[in-house]
């Protein structure tokens, strides 16, 4: 059955999309960026590259990395950062909801005959 | 202003978004897969290669590649390509309008002081 996948496009040519979303709701979730990569079998270069690349697309940090030691140090999301999160899952299940007939019929002309 | 785009995701790991949607759009309004990729400044080998992705995500044919030249014979979508297109557009309708006080409000927290 085909499923919806959603980006947020931002000016000029960066996006957010359910990678990224995912690895927000587990910073928050587990309380740092290395915590939050480790649940996505993700290292931590990568995590804190596609963090960096949100700060960098809002102008805005998304992610507040507190004080803490070098390794590990406490992370958790900043209001934009939950409004993201918050406001993608919403469009998300608006979207899933508006969607599903619509997903429903292109299955049925997947398996039909001609 | 942050906007949204879709994917529909299918199996095993293959999408269709925006650009293959479009391209689709223009092979038919100009009856040609060629023509279509002109449109897009899009190299034919290139549109030809996402045709055959979608066909094969698919496992059926999108675009029916008619009796032609062996240069820029003529081609139009299959049922299952009008269906694909068509849905498409309707999900994305719906998910805009659904998406949109979202977007707003995430615009709102991105242009705020804190």
């Known amino acids: 059955m085909p499923s919806l996948s959603l980006r947020i496009d931002l000016d000029p040519d960066g996006r957010v999309g359910p990678g990224k979303i ?3 709701e587990h910073i ?4 740092s960026i290395s915590a939050g990569a480790r649940q996505m079998n993700m290292s931590y270069k990568h995590a804190w590259g596609l963090v960096e690349e949100m700060n ?3 102008g805005r ?3 507040d990395a507190q004080k803490g030691g070098a390794h ?3 992370a958790g999301l900043t209001k934009l950062g ?3 999160v918050t406001r993608y899952r919403a469009i ?3 979207a899933e909801s508006a969607a599903a007939d619509h997903l429903s019929a292109l299955q ?5 005959a001609d």
């Open 108 to 112: 049925r002309v997947i398996e039909s």
């Open 82 to 84: 939950m409004e993201l």
């Open 28 to 31: 928050a979730a587990f309380g």
């Open 61 to 63: 940090a998304v992610v």
């Open 92 to 94: 998300e299940r608006a």
């Open 56 to 58: 960098r697309l809002f």
């Open 72 to 74: 590990g140090g406490g």
């Open 22 to 24: 995912e690895l927000l």
